[in-house]
T-cell receptor, first 112, second 115 residues
Framework: KNEVEQSPQNLTAQEGEFITINCSYS?????LHWLQQHPGGGIVSLFM???GKKKHGRLIATINIQEKHSSLHITASHPRDSAVYIC??????????????FGKGTLLTVNP | GAVVSQHPSWVICKSGTSVKIECRSL??????MFWYRQFPKQSLMLMAT?????????EQGVEKDKFLINHASLTLSTLTVTSAHPEDSSFYIC???????????FGPGTRLTVT
């Protein structure tokens, strides 16, 4: 069983819809990352959080440490949001090397 | 800020040859760099962690003699795939972090195809 589980694996939405992607993990963590990977492969870091909630533009990320769960929300989705969204966690025992464990990603397709 | 580049962005090589991939931090000093491999429709898998000036730490199952990593300066790490085989064809991504900063900054990746 992967230490980091994402759902759904695939998500298709219409432009304007509110999107939620979920991430559950099984280990104690010191931080959780949400990453975006576009076709072609380049990765962009969207958020790094260890508690609470962060917002950047139309993106919102929340984390519940007790429940070992995080969500990424996209408001007013747009076709340019189409990408793979990846959840990654840094173990609480990771020391100073900040090694990440990745989920398999959620493929989001937003249709116009 | 915090830009990481990789070169080349894609490379095709013949089986048995070696390929070098560069990862550079353009506007910060990266004491730690990470090398990942991603097969189609799979998640990123950490291959190794390199700290400037010391030997890389390889993950279990990754052959250190086949995937040579050098992190000779605070802005450059290289991954050399030696005696490449078609099964080494993959997307290789590096990331870098600055001292005391837990954020990782990812490079754009290098697609390697071995024929």
């Amino acid at each position: 069983k992967n230490e980091v589980e994402q759902s759904p694996q695939n998500l298709t939405a219409q432009e304007g819809e509110f999107i939620t992607i979920n991430c559950s993990y099984s280990v104690g963590i010191s931080a959780l990352h949400w990453l975006q990977q576009h076709p072609g492969g380049g990765i962009v870091s969207l958020f790094m959080l260890s508690s609470g909630k962060k917002k950047h533009g139309r993106l919102i990320a929340t984390i519940n440490i007790q429940e070992k769960h995080s969500s990424l929300h996209i408001t007013a989705s747009h076709p340019r949001d189409s990408a793979v969204y990846i959840c990654a966690v840094r173990s609480a025992s990771g020391g100073s090397n900040y090694k990440l464990t990745f989920g398999k990603g959620t493929l989001l397709t937003v249709n116009p | 800020g915090a830009v990481v580049s990789q070169h080349p962005s894609w490379v095709i090589c013949k089986s048995g040859t070696s390929v070098k991939i560069e990862c550079r931090s353009l506007d910060f000093q990266a004491t730690t760099m990470f090398w990942y491999r991603q097969f189609p429709k799979q998640s990123l898998m950490l291959m190794a962690t390199s700290n400037e000036g010391s030997k890389a730490t390889y993950e279990q199952g990754v052959e250190k003699d086949k995937f040579l990593i050098n992190h000779a300066s605070l802005t450059l790490s290289t991954l050399t795939v030696t005696s490449a085989h078609p099964e080494d064809s993959s997307f290789y991504i590096c990331s870098a972090s600055a001292p005391g900063v837990s954020e990782q900054y990812f490079g754009p990746g290098t697609r390697l195809t071995v024929t």
